[in-house]
């Protein structure tokens, strides 16, 4: 911990919003005592709690400024819900951990103040767009959420392809 304070204060001049995981996973105490002395910059975490009990631990122990789990590791949408209902109940924003259609459809379903804004990887963010039929691309900072069923996760023939001769090639 004496290190991601140092590195906080050495990035204070180049005023980040958050530090985003800056100590393992299960140290919540620790996580507790950095969000107490980091002063003026966010700590976020959650991506890798998988329940909203786990949320829960991060937040009774007032662990996190923002709560970033993952809609595809906590359980899917129906469980996100809940993880946001939950958060909200603490006043803590909720921007999931990488984008993907997932994240999308479940921030257009919550508040602007449960959901903020979605997280986007530039490189990781692009690399399932190969085997969609609707590709996700923020234009100008933002993300168009689509107006037709499901959670456009359709499979891309040409992206089916490439896999199939990348799978061949071995």
């Given at each position: 911990?004496?290190?991601?304070?140092?590195?906080?204060?050495?990035?204070?001049?180049?005023?980040?919003?958050?530090?985003?995981?800056?100590?393992?996973?299960?140290?919540?105490?620790?996580?507790?005592?950095?969000?107490?002395?980091?002063?003026?910059?966010?700590?976020?975490?959650?991506?890798?709690?998988?329940?909203?009990?786990?949320?829960?631990?991060?937040?009774?122990?007032?662990?996190?400024?923002?709560?970033?789990?993952?809609?595809?590791?906590?359980?899917?949408?129906?469980?996100?819900?809940?993880?946001?209902?939950?958060?909200?109940?603490?006043?803590?924003?909720?921007?999931?951990?990488?984008?993907?259609?997932?994240?999308?459809?479940?921030?257009?379903?919550?508040?602007?103040?449960?959901?903020?804004?979605?997280?986007?990887?530039?490189?990781?963010?692009?690399?399932?767009?190969?085997?969609?039929?609707h590709k996700l691309v923020p234009?100008?900072?933002?993300?168009?959420?689509?107006?037709?069923?499901?959670?456009?996760?359709?499979?891309?023939?040409?992206?089916?392809?490439?896999?199939?001769?990348?799978?061949?090639?071995?």
């Open positions: 911990m004496p290190y991601t304070l140092r590195m906080i204060e050495l990035s204070r001049e180049y005023r980040p919003y958050w530090f985003e995981e800056p100590v393992l996973a299960d140290l919540i105490p620790q996580y507790a005592e950095l969000r107490r002395e980091a002063r003026g910059v966010f700590i976020t975490g959650g991506e890798h709690e998988y329940t909203r009990w786990g949320v829960k631990a991060l937040l009774d122990a007032r662990a996190v400024d923002v709560l970033q789990a993952d809609v595809t590791w906590a359980g899917g949408i129906s469980e996100m819900t809940k993880i946001c209902a939950l958060a909200s109940a603490y006043d803590i924003p909720v921007i999931p951990h990488h984008g993907g259609w997932p994240s999308t459809h479940l921030i257009a379903s919550q508040s602007l103040t449960t959901c903020p804004m979605q997280e986007w990887l530039i490189q990781h963010g692009r690399m399932p767009n190969v085997f969609y039929k234009v100008s900072g933002h993300i168009e959420v689509p107006n037709t069923p499901g959670i456009n996760m359709d499979l891309a023939e040409e992206g089916l392809t490439v896999l199939e001769e990348k799978t061949l090639a071995g």
